[in-house]
């Protein structure tokens, strides 16, 4: 599975940006989609996790309400819309996908449950 990410740039506060992930091999709805990302200086940590299987998801705290997660299957492609966009938003946004056995397990967050990665893309949010 090959993931393409794109979408990332430089907004304001306040904006919204959409994230597209592009999977060729296989379908998304066959695995567990993640984004996550990874500011200056921190670890890379789980922003969305969804199992479209079952229609479950888990967002981070900090973007309830805020960033969803949807995917297009004529053109299987995951979006990630942001909404509200704030400073600390600013980071690298990647693309991962993983089996749904993850999900039965709760080891939805752990990155290294994710074999297959898109390259990153970066969001940066000024205020």
């Known amino acids: 599975v090959q993931l393409q990410v794109s979408g990332g740039g430089l907004v304001q506060a306040g904006d919204s940006l959409t994230l597209s992930c592009a999977a060729s091999g296989r379908s998304f709805s066959t695995f567990a989609t993640a984004w996550f990302r990874q500011s200056p200086g921190k670890e890379r940590g789980l922003v969305v996790a969804?199992?479209?299987?079952?229609?479950?998801?888990y967002y981070e705290e900090s973007v309830k309400g805020r960033f969803t997660i949807s995917k297009d299957n004529a053109k299987n492609v995951v979006y990630l819309q942001m909404n509200s966009l704030k400073p600390e938003d600013t980071a690298v946004y990647y693309c991962a996908v993983g089996p749904l056995g993850i999900w039965l397990r709760g080891t939805y967050d752990r990155e290294d449950e994710y074999p297959y990665w898109g390259q990153g893309t970066q969001v940066t949010v000024s205020s």
């Open positions: 969804r199992r479209w299987t079952a229609s479950t998801s």
